[in-house]
């Protein structure tokens, strides 16, 4: 095999020729003239028929710039121009359209292919589709920023927690035993928040984390469609039903053991929007008088529930069981 001044082996050119068209990424080789109507594409790959859906004879003498549309990034395109003005090799990415229309993200390393004393003749763009890896990225930003947010409301309630309960005049155990348990409600909601891929927490799923420990002898109904909630309804629907789930434990129908608790729940559709509907009857408890003061749960599903989802809730006290009636507005679908 020959080899060429600077002492490396000289390739055949059909073996490059070979090698550049195996290549899954896409190859340009375009004229050195940046002004319009230059660059000229000179040859393109079968990577990049497969990355644009245009075959080679498409592309052939026609600038680049033909694969832009009104979302590329200016900006980034001007900072390739000011690198190859110089005669520098440049990385970059940008938005692109395919020949049917749709778009996807390309990443490129351009270099010069120069003549002996320095002149560029051409120019060479290795390029990828990079669209899969961009919206991965973007989308754990998303959650990180999410995340983020989450947190610090969680940190807020955990406090106001902490603070409504210490007002509650209640000794150290109980104390303890009410936020501690609040705490723990807290922790169940967000742990099915996280594991949910769009942040979210299905209502069967709030209600199953609560009651799911109480489910015996048919003592509880739950019914109606799967409703998901997002994590800024989520959380303070998870609080609520832990109020009235630890209620009905200490005073209500899961502390007579012949007592029976029914959630239903239903979409409601409305000129205004959408809501979600929910009952929540508690029937052969123990009789139950109205309370002499509010409570932390009556003031969290008075004014928390509301304030934080814009609820309207009726609490009715039966002769055998407490009934809660929620409205909730939902957000819009295309939201």
């Not at 004229?31 to 393109?44: F, H, K, N, T, V």
């Amino acid at each position: 095999m020959d080899r060429d001044e600077s002492g490396f082996a000289t390739v055949d050119l059909r073996l490059l020729r070979a090698a550049v068209e195996a290549s899954g990424e896409a190859i340009l080789i375009t004229s050195a003239d940046l002004d319009e109507p230059g660059p000229r594409i000179e040859y393109a790959n079968p990577a990049f028929t497969r990355m644009t859906g245009y075959a080679a004879h498409e592309a052939i003498g026609r600038s680049p710039r033909f694969l832009q549309g009104p979302d590329t990034d200016r900006a980034a395109l001007d900072r390739v121009r000011a690198a190859l003005r110089a005669g520098e090799a440049t990385q970059g990415e940008a938005l692109n359209y395919r020949k049917d229309g749709s778009t996807y993200v390309v990443e490129w390393l351009i270099t010069p292919v120069c003549e002996a004393d320095g002149r560029i003749t051409h120019w060479v763009s290795a390029q990828r589709d990079v669209t899969e890896r961009r919206a991965y990225e973007d989308r754990q930003s998303m959650l990180v920023r999410e995340l983020h947010h989450r947190v610090k409301n969680t940190l807020a309630t955990v406090q106001a927690v902490f603070n409504a309960t210490a007002r509650s005049g209640l000794s150290v155990a109980e104390f303890t035993r009410a936020f501690s348990g609040r705490v723990a409600s807290l922790a169940r909601t967000h742990a099915l928040i996280t594991e949910d891929e769009a942040q979210a927490a299905a209502f069967e799923g709030l209600l199953r984390a609560e009651l799911q420990p109480y489910d015996e002898r048919g003592r509880l109904t739950l019914e109606g469609p799967r409703v998901v909630l997002p994590s800024e309804i989520a959380v303070p629907v998870g609080m609520a039903l832990h109020e009235l789930t630890t209620n009905a434990l200490r005073h209500g129908a899961l502390a007579d053991p012949d007592g029976r608790l029914q959630v239903t729940w239903w979409v409601e559709e409305a000129a205004e929007g959408r809501a979600l509907r929910w009952d929540w009857t508690e029937h052969d408890g123990p009789p139950v008088g109205h309370p002499t003061r509010e409570g932390f749960g009556s003031r969290l599903l008075n004014k928390v529930l509301a304030a934080q989802t814009g609820a309207e809730v009726d609490v009715a006290f039966a002769s055998d069981g407490i009934r809660v009636s929620v409205r909730m507005p939902l957000p819009d679908r295309s939201s």
